[in-house]
């Protein structure tokens, strides 16, 4: 049994705080910051309202109970989003010399409440870390949650650019992307490309309870895409909604009034201006998708090749090695398969100008192509 | 300079029609049948009412140009949704022998446009290959592009199993999945699952012109799940959804009802009944995700597992390969790319059984795993 707040073996690698750091809620986010923290040697202290969840969150080794004379230099509230305000009141209040961070999805709330409540808000910036919406619990945490994934530090003008910088280091401790945004800014961007993509996907997932059965035995990868994320814990999400209803409410409106505008051209299809109604909406549609950056955030388009494969992964596999040997760089890629057919379809992505020197060679060495387009 | 209409050197092996098989449409599904039949040894006599999209299909080896005599045993229609109906007819006519069969995504109202010419439908049977709606013309057709997928055979009472047989022969050589169903099913059906999600898709990327430069910088799978199809070709689009308006818009009329509930629980979203609407909705949407079958049909649920690469193809085909040998097999996977870093995001999918192996042999091999989940 090794003592939980001796510095790792990790201890010397470069990193940018000093610690401690303390964490409050051992959930998925609290629990993975610890885990990744500590890799860094970082000593972290863990709190829960939940003895039982700290416990487990300890012995996952994601950071040490709190003792006396603890003196953080960063407190990070991850707790559910209806408690955030009043946990880093608290906080605040109990260390003094601390910054307090939070990570919740909602920005603007928590620092408007308390700014209200007259809490010592030089020392608080929320932030915000794009990741593990998927699942919770402690159990689930893993120190490499965050790598890759931008993390939203949301500004305001109570607080120093240097105080504030110790959240920067935080994100940049545990791999992520620091994404500076203020808080309005920040609640209106992951109501447009989180919370309103959310409902509208559920939305159109609960119509599909209403489908005759075998209907959905034609269900291809279109409707599979705009209904994944309708798998999402509701109870997560219920508080989310809540939180940012003020900015997410505008978008969906819109959304109703030009489906309002659909419903009316469905009534008629083919009376006068029905047609030009539902060209539009499709256009408009296509506008939007472009705007959606691509990989490391270009908005390049890029050519599909699809290739079937038996339906093995070392088919896949095989294939993938084939596209790295001849020196093209995949963008991306999709698997779908098809019902009640031993087939793979894979979908690749390269650059346009790569596509047709692709489709060569693999046809060369026997590949089957199923499409190809620019 | 062979004779297009000589059997190929395939001419003996396994397959159903006997042929003459006459296409008329050499875009990319007439040329796409043209080709896969060609490749079975079928003689295919291609038209088009464009002398040079005929000419073009001709020359990639899609079938040959009609001749005095051809007296075909299948007639394919492959022409855009809004002259269907009229073409169907015609060849009705012309080709008294023939079976007829069309490939449009809508099936009931050619039907019913021919019934009510006196049209002989005891010779028509309408047909849906679930393929090929990326992209268009015969330059972008494939002999393997129905390989794996579903092709809908549309029967009515006015045709006998014999004849429609012929159409399931088509389907069959080209590698496709027959699946019968009545032509009022199929539309009700697709939109379901094609139709009203490619609406919905489109609404919410529309919204996305709206959104403030920078938050899209945001954006991650979630919203480019949803909003991938609204990508689709507005000019085709509007005449399938315009021919099954009847279909879609009961669909997205019920949604619009549900999203009216959504938008009057964010109005106040913490008075009384709110956040219980808000919880139902997701639910719904859960349920109604959990209806759409998994891979080859079954409904099974998978776990996750995010496993983090070097952002290069070698990297992937590595992962795969190991998964491969270890004796797991791939569900389903997907890519994400992190903005900014080089980091690849593969996130795979196993039977739940395996998800505990899968963690054990990739840390054990040092995969670093960002996720996992059951």
Not at 268 to 290: D, F, S, W, Y
């Amino acid at each position: 049994m090794t003592d939980p707040s001796a510095p790792l073996p990790g201890a010397d690698i470069d990193r940018r705080l000093r610690g401690p750091v303390r964490v409050v809620g051992a959930g998925l986010l609290g629990a993975s910051i610890g885990l990744a923290l500590r890799e860094k040697g970082v000593d972290v202290v863990l709190d829960d309202v939940s003895p039982a969840a700290l416990a487990l969150a300890v012995d996952y080794g994601a950071g040490r109970p709190p003792a006396a004379g603890d003196a953080p230099e960063l407190v990070v509230v991850a707790v559910p989003p209806d408690v955030v305000a009043a946990v880093v009141e608290r906080e605040l209040a109990d260390h003094p010399d601390a910054v307090v961070t939070d990570v919740a999805s909602v920005k603007s709330g928590p620092l408007e409440t308390l700014r209200a409540s007259g809490a010592d808000i030089g020392r608080y910036i929320g932030s915000h870390p794009m990741a593990g919406r998927e699942r919770s619990g402690p159990t689930a945490a893993r120190a490499d949650l965050f790598v890759g994934r931008p993390w939203v530090v949301a500004g305001h003008d109570a607080i120093t650019y240097h105080r504030a910088a110790v959240v920067e280091d935080l994100a940049l401790d545990v791999g992520a992307t620091v994404v500076p945004m203020d808080p309005a800014s920040h609640d209106l961007a992951v109501a447009y490309v989180s919370h309103a993509p959310q409902l509208v996907s559920t939305l159109m997932a609960a119509r599909l309870r209403d489908a005759p059965d075998g209907s959905l035995d034609l269900a291809g990868g279109g409707v599979r895409d705009v209904t994944r994320i309708a798998a999402s814990d509701p109870g997560l999400w219920v508080q989310i909604i809540a939180a940012n209803a003020g900015h997410i409410r505008p978008v969906l409106a819109d959304l109703r009034d030009d489906l309002d505008r659909v419903l009316d051209a469905l009534d008629a299809p083919h009376r006068a201006g029905a047609p030009r109604a539902l060209a539009e909406t499709m256009a408009a549609g296509n506008r939007g998708v472009e705007r959606l950056p691509g990989k490391h955030g270009t908005t390049k388009r890029f050519a599909q090749v699809v290739v079937l494969v038996d339906d093995t992964p070392g088919q896949i596999a095989a294939l993938l090695t084939f596209i790295g040997e001849i020196g093209i760089n995949l963008e991306d890629m999709r698997l779908e398969h098809s019902p009640g057919a031993p087939i793979g379809i894979v979908e690749v992505s390269v650059v346009p100008e790569q596509e047709q020197r692709l489709v060569e060679e693999l046809e060369g060495r026997g590949w089957r192509i199923a499409a190809a387009w620019a």
